[in-house]
Every structure is written in structure tokens, then in C-alpha cells.
């Protein structure tokens, strides 16, 4: 199963919006509404900040909005501020029963 | 406060094996699914496999089917990956991660340990 398709770096500045994509195929982003979002800063463990395409878990602030068209589903964080610099992967479940990443894109806030 | 931490990393030969563990704590085990996950140095996330709250249902990455085996032990609150026939490219941080339901193949993983080192060289 190939990855997703991120882009490898967006950058920002504070109080700006940025969105990432992730592109994938009628096997997995197209096909299913199991989308994720991961947040991962350096050393530390990924932190889930987007489920099923859209939902935000219980704390995750209101400034990450996830969607999804087609193929690609995009993460977009509002008024960025200087913790939002991170990673950020994409997940999606798949027709080959089983779970593709994307290959991370790093979020520079300037 | 749920807690994952992950053990059983080290330094093994090609070829050779390792059971890594995860000890959970903080939330009713046997209810969710659970995962591991695993990132080699520099490198992005990979998911290894996922299993069932039950271990009736089970899913494995293409990488690692037929050389490792995820299971649990509901009575312990542990879950547990063995390695086996180990590569140079198996070579990552092993996270384990709790899904967000029973079923694996819901793959949403909210809660993640801090990982264990495995690291496959002669």
C-alpha cells in the first residue's frame, strides 16, 4: 500500500491560516471516511487531532478544522501560533484492510 | 489518566526475534481496540498492526505479515507484538496506541505511548 500524499513543508505566521493536503485513492482517503490527523513534535509521541475525516477529540482547540473532497483530505489550522509547529500525518484506513500514513509534512510558523 | 509504556526494545541480530510489551493503564482495557505503530529514525509513522478489544479480529501491514503477531492479554491489561525473522528496516520506535473503539479497523488512535527502541543489526 503506497503512502499518502503530503506535502513535505508549508510554513506560516502567527495569526495566519494554513492548510495541509493529503491526497490518496479510491482505496483508501476516497473510499472511506476514516480520515486522521496526528500531530507529532520532536521527541515527543503523535497526538490524534482530527478523527473521521472532520471530528475534533475532547480538547483540541477549534483552530484545526479537518475536511475532506474526493481524494484528498486537508487539514487546516487557523491563526497559527508557535506551538502549532510540528509534524503533521494523514491516516486513512484502506481497502486492503489495513492503515496508510501519509509521509508527514513540517509545519514552520515564522 | 491513561497510560501506555511500551517495553522489550534493544539491539537484536537479523534474523532473530523480540516480544515487545505494553503495559495500559487509566482506561478500561478490554473495551478498545489497540495498536502499534512504529517510526524509523528520521522518519515518518508506519502502521505495524491492530487488534480487536476480543482478539477476534486482527490486521497487519503488508511489511510485517507472517513474521510478527500482535495479541493481548485482557487479564493483564497488556498487549504485546512478537517479532520475528527481524530486518535491517524493522529498525524504529515501536509505539503502542489505544483506538477510540473496540474494533481495529475504526484506526483512530487517541492515546500513544512514549515508544521502545528496536534497533535490527549485526
Known amino acids: 500500500q503506497s503512502a499518502l500524499t503530503q506535502p513535505a513543508s508549508v510554513s506560516g505566521s502567527p495569526g495566519q491560516s494554513i492548510t495541509i493536503s493529503c491526497t490518496g485513492t479510491?482505496?483508501?482517503?476516497?473510499?472511506?471516511?476514516?480520515v486522521s490527523w496526528y500531530q507529532q513534535h520532536p521527541g515527543k509521541a503523535p497526538k490524534l487531532m482530527i478523527y473521521?475525516?472532520?471530528y475534533r477529540p475532547s480538547g483540541i482547540s477549534n483552530r484545526f478544522f479537518g475536511s475532506k473532497s474526493g481524494y484528498t483530505a486537508s487539514l487546516t489550522i487557523s491563526g497559527l501560533q508557535a506551538e502549532d509547529e510540528a509534524d503533521y500525518y494523514c491516516?486513512?484506513?484502506?481497502?486492503?484492510?489495513?492503515?496508510?500514513f501519509g509521509g508527514g509534512t513540517k509545519l514552520t510558523v515564522l | 489518566e491513561v497510560q501506555l509504556v511500551e517495553s522489550g526494545g534493544g539491539l537484536v541480530q537479523p534474523g532473530r526475534s523480540l516480544r515487545l510489551s505494553c503495559a495500559a493503564s487509566?482506561?478500561?482495557?478490554?473495551?478498545?481496540?489497540m495498536h502499534w505503530v512504529r517510526q524509523a529514525p528520521g522518519k515518518g509513522l508506519e502502521w505495524v498492526s491492530g487488534?480487536?478489544?476480543?482478539?477476534?479480529?486482527?490486521g497487519y501491514a503488508d511489511s510485517v505479515k507472517g513474521r510478527f503477531t500482535i495479541s493481548r492479554d485482557n487479564a493483564k491489561n497488556s498487549l504485546y507484538l512478537q517479532m520475528n525473522s527481524l530486518r535491517a528496516e524493522d529498525t524504529a520506535l515501536y509505539y503502542c496506541?489505544?483506538?477510540?473503539?473496540?474494533?481495529?479497523?475504526?484506526?483512530?488512535?487517541?492515546?500513544w505511548g512514549q515508544g521502545t527502541l528496536v534497533t535490527v543489526s549485526s
Open positions: 496506541a489505544k483506538d477510540r473503539l473496540y474494533n481495529w479497523n475504526n484506526v483512530v488512535s487517541d492515546y
Open positions: 487509566g482506561f478500561i482495557f478490554d473495551d478498545y481496540a
Open positions: 487488534i480487536d478489544w476480543n482478539g477476534g479480529s486482527i
Open positions: 479510491s482505496s483508501d482517503v476516497r473510499g472511506y471516511n476514516s
Open positions: 473521521d475525516v472532520s
Open positions: 491516516s486513512s484506513y484502506t481497502s486492503s484492510s489495513d492503515v496508510v
